[in-house]
């Protein structure tokens, strides 16, 4: 039996498809006793007090961690869940083309490799706080900054007005994007808020705000099997910061079980965008399939969050850490 620390269930997809296999979900267990007693207080012909006394137990059971080992159970057993791990890890399987073969999309499958957590919430707050920390040594004359990489000065501008006020590190305003929570600071080490937030808007490009999980199954680094996690389907309780000061950001082995979304495009040419008529009208099929093209190209170039190829997208149903057994630690160790 595998003990699993879930980072990662999407519960109503779960719920969905042990309906279809089992036609139904048990949602709780109850159990219920209920004991009674009747005595009387007084003398014998005139009954004063009548005393009832009864236990009830009640016990609710949450079978949430049980619902997914169900699925993963009810699948494997039905032929429809597949474990790719060994597969994905071979870098022949990639540049063959058979990797589509084994795992086409819509395809259901386990995949345990080497991955690491991403989200470019979490990296313009670090760089928030890291920028506050320059700001707070250099106002102490511990750090001496970098007079190249100086931003100018914010004395009054014209007509005698103040130029517009740095945000205060961690907070993004209405209608801002995330590197403005990152303020001005001079340049520390190479390195300023200007560097900073261009770092940010190209993260917030390739990989939508939202948490990721980057498998690297290859051990070349040249493969990425990437899936985005939807909130509110029971992962991250806490904020970003609580989950990576937890789960760091150094790779780690997980597991991901889900359905393959997409391949990255080898081809990664633009487009003719050529969707008008004979008669001069628009195509709409065409200008949508260009459209979509063009992103797709840009998806396999790696500047927005698309697959990129040799690797795929996963639509996932769960993701977590398989606990170790104390018994096969103690093995390793020896």
Known sequence: MILREFLYVDTDKVRAMLAQLDGGVAEEERETSTQERRSTVGPRSFAQHLQVTGSERYTQKSLGDALFPTLEEALESEGLLKDVSEEVSDLSQWTSGSMKEIA??????????????????????????????????????????????????????????????PPRPGQVPPDRQLEDAIPDFAGVAGVDGNSLRAIVRMARGIFAPGLHINLAPVDAGSVLIGSRLQEGRQYLDTEADILFARYGTEPQEWTLVGSVGSYGPEDTSLPDFNFFRPDGTVDRANFAENINGFMKTLGGMGFIDLPQYPGFSVIPFAVYRAIPRTSALLAVRD
Do not use: E, H
């Open 104 to 165: 086409p999309p819509g395809s259901l499958v386990r995949i345990t490799a080497m991955g690491s957590l991403f989200d470019s919430r979490y990296t313009a707050s670090v760089f928030s706080a890291f920028a506050s920390v320059a700001l707070g040594l250099q106002g102490m004359g511990v750090l001496v900054p970098d007079s190249s990489n100086a931003p100018p000065g914010k004395g009054k501008g014209r007509g005698g007005q103040q130029g517009p006020k």
